[in-house]
């Protein structure tokens, strides 16, 4: 048989010893746990084997008892509110620390080229870190208020299952929901839930604060540069040595812009600048020797005369400048063209080195009638071309933006010289000079070059030269009529201008040494890219709004945990475990009065 050995119960007096006032255990204590309750102390249950006899435990002698112990005072009790937050400041502190670091390093980046740092760490590395630290740290703080804030609403009486709503709460996000809408009236408490719930978009507003745009800077490795011609003085001897000839690349140059056969065959010669990065610009404009071309349409110009004593009725054009068309053919005189006759429009108002003057008859499918003529007339002549340039995605634009010339045809023996005003930071006249011998040398070239005719007649045609079988075809529009199509001849001779140009400002003379070249280039700015740190200040403001509430709910539980006397208990759960202990030894209390 087994019996209790050693076994006391003491009910205290309410006002000896025991539980602290202000504690919720306490016999004094408004707490729905334990309110103005005797409690007993068990100190052991024992039981031994005492022979053949059984007595109930109860039914022991008091007096025989030994005398008890007193009641021992409960841990959680030891302390009022007296205390320090000291851990939960630091916290703070280190956290505020870690969002001032964010914010420093972010304002020492911002607009600034990609930091290179040691062991390749990257910014948004530094930045998670430091992101990672302000976010457990400033919890800490959080979760301990709240914590506290249970015991201040305990103390008030309200509802026991508030307080898993509040240790909830101070451990995440769920219990945080939970707690706002739980809970009844707005308390302080709803603080520090809704600071919980915010600090989950931390993370992803810090992620928005950085991003990574690229922009163009000066290149350090290159620069840019276009070739230009300041002069040209390149020419080469004829058959006979009094006579001077274009050097064999002028002539290539020449023939280049009369057979291409594409539209718009001028777009065709544009330089290849030196551009490394793909994308140069020249802050400013630059001058260049050129060749320019420009046309009239004199069709207006022409003077019909008809004579029909033979019978039959024929019709010759002519213009004031001499250059004639033959009626007599009838359809079969395709076009007639000359480089010897000056033109009506142009005369003597610039540096001319070449004239080209045609006339197109207009017949039927069988060229056996003439319908009537057309005519244009071209010049080629020096000038200074006022350039602005720049290369974007590897594609050069140059646009003329102003030209210069002579004012009159060149004088045999005399070179052309081209004077262009001061401009931009150059505060002198420019001057451009292509020698006597050089322009000459062209101007015979072109003497009859462009001279001839074209004619035909079902089946068959026959031209002078070659040259005028592409200023035909090129300039006519396809239908066999001798009709003109848009442009017509005139986009050939400026095929022509811009090829000439191209080889003025890329040529290296055959026989001059290199000390007494004429070319030189414009120098510009090449491009390059750079990835730079940008930093968008707009997503930085909740982690700093979330500082400044964390701060404010500390000091608010503070001072509401001192103002209504409650122990800093915290997050602990002695006190809870502690009520329990009680509430077995009030059991066993009332259960030794009912015996």
Same mark, same amino acid.
């Given at each position: 048989?087994?019996?209790?050995?050693?076994?006391?119960?003491?009910?205290?007096?309410?006002?000896?010893?025991?539980?602290?006032?202000?504690?919720? !255990?306490?016999?004094?204590?408004?707490?729905?746990?334990?309110?103005?309750?005797?409690?007993?102390?068990?100190?052991?249950?024992?039981?031994?084997?005492? &022979?053949?006899?059984?007595?109930?435990?109860?039914?022991?002698?008091?007096?025989?008892?030994?005398?008890?112990?007193?009641?021992?005072?409960?841990?959680?009790?030891?302390?009022?509110?007296?205390?320090?937050?000291?851990?939960?400041?630091?916290?703070?502190?280190?956290?505020?620390?870690?969002?001032?670091?964010?914010?420093?390093?972010?304002?020492?980046?911002?607009?600034?080229?990609?930091?290179?740092?040691?062991?390749?760490?990257?910014?948004?590395?530094?930045?998670?870190?430091?992101?990672?630290?302000?976010?457990?740290?400033?919890?800490?703080?959080?979760?301990?208020?709240?914590?506290?804030?249970?015991?201040?609403?305990?103390?008030?009486?309200?509802?026991?299952?508030?307080?898993?709503?509040?240790?909830?709460?101070?451990?995440?996000?769920?219990?945080?929901?939970?707690?706002?809408?739980?809970?009844?009236?707005?308390?302080?408490?709803?603080?520090?839930?809704?600071?919980? @719930?915010?600090?989950?978009?931390?993370?992803?507003?810090?992620?928005?604060?950085?991003?990574?745009?690229?922009?163009?800077?000066?290149?350090?490795?290159?620069?840019?540069?276009?070739?230009?011609?300041? &002069?040209?003085?390149?020419?080469?001897?004829?058959?006979?040595?009094?006579?001077?000839?274009?050097?064999?690349?002028?002539?290539?140059? @020449?023939?280049?812009?009369? !057979?291409?056969?594409?539209?718009?065959?001028?777009?065709?010669?544009?330089?290849?600048?030196?551009?490394?990065?793909?994308?140069?610009?020249?802050?400013?404009?630059?001058?260049?020797?050129?060749?320019?071309?420009?046309?009239?349409?004199?069709?207006?110009?022409?003077?019909?005369?008809?004579?029909?004593?033979?019978?039959?009725?024929?019709?010759? !054009?002519?213009?004031?400048?001499?250059?004639?068309?033959?009626?007599?053919?009838?359809?079969?005189?395709?076009?007639?063209?000359?480089?010897?006759?000056?033109?009506?429009?142009?005369?003597?108002?610039?540096?001319?080195?070449?004239?080209?003057?045609?006339?197109?008859?207009?017949?039927?499918?069988?060229?056996?009638?003439?319908?009537?003529?057309?005519?244009?007339?071209?010049?080629?002549?020096?000038?200074?071309?006022?350039?602005?340039?720049?290369?974007?995605?590897?594609?050069?634009?140059?646009?003329?933006?102003?030209?210069?010339? &002579?004012?009159?045809?060149?004088?045999?023996?005399?070179?052309?010289?081209?004077?262009?005003?001061?401009?931009?930071?150059?505060?002198?006249?420019?001057?451009?000079?292509?020698?006597?011998?050089?322009?000459?040398?062209?101007?015979?070239?072109?003497?009859?070059?462009?001279?001839?005719?074209?004619?035909?007649?079902?089946?068959?045609?026959?031209?002078?030269?070659?040259?005028?079988?592409?200023?035909?075809?090129?300039?006519?529009?396809?239908?066999?009529?001798?009709?003109?199509?848009?442009?017509?001849?005139?986009?050939?001779?400026?095929?022509?201008?811009?090829?000439?140009?191209?080889?003025?400002?890329?040529?290296?003379?055959?026989?001059?040494?290199?000390?007494?070249?004429?070319?030189?280039?414009?120098?510009?700015?090449?491009?390059?890219?750079?990835?730079?740190?940008?930093?968008?200040?707009?997503?930085?403001?909740?982690?700093?709004?979330?500082?400044?509430?964390?701060?404010?709910?500390?000091?608010?539980?503070?001072?509401?945990?001192?103002?209504?006397?409650?122990?800093?208990?915290?997050?602990?759960?002695?006190?809870?475990?502690?009520?329990?202990?009680?509430?077995?030894?009030?059991?066993?209390?009332? !259960?030794?009065?009912?015996?």
């Amino acid at each position: 048989m087994l019996k209790a050995r050693g076994m006391h119960i003491q009910i205290p007096s309410p006002t000896s010893g025991g539980l602290s006032p202000a504690s919720p !255990y306490s016999h004094k204590s408004n707490s729905p746990l334990i309110r103005d309750r005797n409690h007993v102390e068990l100190e052991e249950f024992r039981g031994d084997e005492v &022979g053949q006899n059984h007595q109930h435990p109860f039914t022991e002698d008091l007096s025989k008892r030994p005398p008890s112990l007193p009641p021992r005072e409960p841990a959680c009790d030891r302390d009022d509110n007296s205390g320090w937050w000291l851990f939960e400041i630091i916290a703070w502190v280190v956290s505020a620390a870690a969002l001032a670091a964010i914010i420093i390093i972010l304002a020492v980046t911002d607009e600034k080229p990609l930091p290179q740092w040691p062991m390749s760490i990257t910014l948004n590395s530094v930045i998670s870190c430091m992101s990672t630290l302000m976010k457990a740290a400033l919890i800490i703080p959080v979760a301990e208020s709240i914590s506290q804030l249970k015991w201040v609403w305990f103390k008030k009486a309200e509802s026991l299952e508030d307080i898993q709503t509040f240790d909830e709460a101070s451990r995440g996000t769920w219990g945080s929901l939970k707690l706002l809408f739980r809970t009844k009236r707005l308390h302080l408490a709803k603080l520090g839930a809704f600071i919980t @719930i915010l600090t989950l978009g931390v993370d992803p507003f810090i992620q928005q604060v950085i991003v990574y745009p690229t922009r163009a800077i000066p290149s350090t490795m290159s620069n840019a540069s276009v070739p230009l011609a300041l &002069g040209y003085s390149d020419y080469t001897f004829g058959v006979i040595m009094a006579i001077r000839e274009p050097t064999l690349g002028m002539k290539s140059a @020449i023939n280049n812009g009369v !057979y291409d056969t594409n539209d718009h065959p001028q777009n065709d010669f544009a330089l290849t600048p030196q551009c490394a990065t793909g994308n140069c610009t020249w802050p400013e404009t630059y001058h260049s020797l050129a060749v320019c071309s420009k046309c009239a349409n004199t069709t207006s110009l022409i003077n019909k005369k008809c004579d029909d004593t033979s019978g039959f009725i024929t019709c010759n !054009y002519s213009l004031p400048n001499g250059m004639f068309f033959n009626g007599l053919n009838r359809g079969r005189l395709y076009m007639n063209a000359s480089s010897e006759l000056k033109t009506v429009n142009f005369n003597n108002t610039q540096s001319t080195i070449s004239s080209v003057n045609t006339m197109r008859g207009l017949h039927d499918a069988s060229s056996s009638t003439l319908f009537g003529v057309v005519s244009n007339e071209c010049v080629l002549y020096f000038c200074v071309n006022e350039y602005h340039a720049e290369v974007s995605n590897g594609d050069f634009k140059e646009t003329v933006i102003a030209t210069y010339t &002579g004012e009159h045809d060149p004088v045999y023996g005399q070179n052309i010289t081209i004077m262009v005003p001061p401009s931009g930071k150059r505060t002198y006249a420019q001057k451009f000079v292509v020698e006597s011998e050089a322009w000459r040398a062209i101007h015979y070239y072109f003497s009859d070059f462009w001279t001839g005719n074209v004619t035909g007649q079902t089946g068959e045609r026959s031209t002078s030269n070659d040259v005028l079988s592409a200023l035909y075809d090129l300039g006519e529009d396809g239908s066999g009529l001798g009709t003109q199509k848009p442009g017509a001849e005139n986009d050939t001779i400026a095929a022509v201008a811009a090829s000439m140009t191209k080889y003025l400002r890329l040529y290296e003379p055959t026989s001059k040494t290199s000390a007494n070249r004429n070319d030189a280039t414009a120098v510009g700015t090449a491009w390059t890219g750079e990835t730079f740190v940008h930093v968008r200040w707009e997503w930085i403001i909740l982690p700093v709004v979330l500082e400044g509430l964390a701060l404010v709910f500390l000091i608010g539980t503070i001072v509401q945990s001192k103002v209504s006397g409650i122990a800093l208990w915290k997050s602990s759960t002695l006190p809870m475990l502690e009520g329990k202990v009680r509430s077995l030894q009030g059991r066993f209390a009332d !259960y030794a009065d009912r015996k």
